[in-house]
Structures are given as C-alpha cells and as structure tokens.
C-alpha cells in the first residue's frame, strides 16, 4: 500500500502524544514506584484488558496521522494489526528483549486461562497475543518509565501496515 509516512514526523507527534498521557504520578517518585508495583501484581486479564485498548488506541492513531482513506478502509487495515496472529507475532519478537519484570508479566497472561476462545487465531496465537497485551498494557501504565518501549511497538505496527 503506497502512503505518505515520515518516520521522523511520525515518531515526534507520537511521542509528543504519548508524552502528553499520564497513567502514572511521575512527578512523585515514591507513589510511582508504588503504583508499578500494584500495576505489577495487577490480574494479568486486566493488563491485557487495558493493553488491548491502549494497543487499539495506537493502531488507530498511526492509522489517523498517516492515511488518508475512508474509515471501512482504515477499519480494515487497524483489524489486521490487531488481530491475535499478528500480536502473537509481536509477541514474539518481543519476547527476547523482555526484562525479568516484563517478563512474568507475560508468563502469567500467557498461562492464564480466560474465559474466551480465539475466532479466528490458533491457541497458542491466543495466548501469546494475550501475554502482549499484557505486558503492552503494563508499559502503558508506566508510561514515563517505558515510552521508548511503546516506540518500538509503534515500529513494529508501520512496518505491519506497510
């Protein structure tokens, strides 16, 4: 698909967005610290349950600022990237950078049991994609702290849309 995107553009008015969101209190280091703790032991669902959203939020604003197309076009193209086999294929790419913190973050929504099934993904396709949302949620929470984590998934989701 040809388009219009400035990598360098792109990347300064999200993270200019991104910058602007506050999910934590980074002016107060003690209760920052404090929150990613309880962000940390949060239901690894409910990780994925935010991660998702936010994960939606980004395809659909990378979408907004760099095509210029009707919305069923652009509905389209935001629900190949945020399907689970290609947040599974995220996820993997991910998965060995990860630190020890993110994770058991992903480990945990990885193997955790949710009460849906995947339509149209394969089991594991579902669990991994899970386990990203998760572990995509947890950064979005810390947003300070892992904003240049968000990038690099904000990366990946250009190179998908291609």
């Given amino acids: 698909m040809n388009n219009n995107y400035s990598k360098n553009l792109n990347e300064q008015q999200v993270l200019a967005k991104i910058s602007s969101l506050q999910f ?10 404090e929150e990613l703790s309880q962000f940390k032991q949060k239901n690894p669902l409910s990780l994925a349950f935010f991660g998702d959203a936010f994960f939606s939020y980004s395809v659909r604003n990378f979408l907004f600022v760099n095509f210029d197309y009707k919305p069923n076009v652009l509905n389209k193209l935001a629900s190949s990237v945020e399907c689970a086999p290609k947040q599974a294929e995220f996820a993997q790419k991910l998965l060995p950078t990860l630190n020890e913190e993110e994770k058991d ?10 009460n849906n099934k995947a339509k149209h993904a394969s089991y594991e396709e579902y669990h991994l994609a899970t386990a990203f949302e998760a572990v995509y949620g947890f950064w979005a ?6 904003k240049h984590r968000i990038m ?3 990366n990946m989701i250009a190179e998908a849309i291609k």
Avoid: C, G, T, W
Avoid at 105 to 114: C, E, G
């Fill in 105 to 114: 973050i992903f480990m945990r929504a990885r193997n955790a049991h949710p």
């Fill in 152 to 154: 690099e998934v904000y």
């Fill in 141 to 146: 929470l810390n947003l300070p702290k892992y």
């Fill in 24 to 33: 934590s209190n980074e002016h107060n280091a003690d209760v920052a610290k």
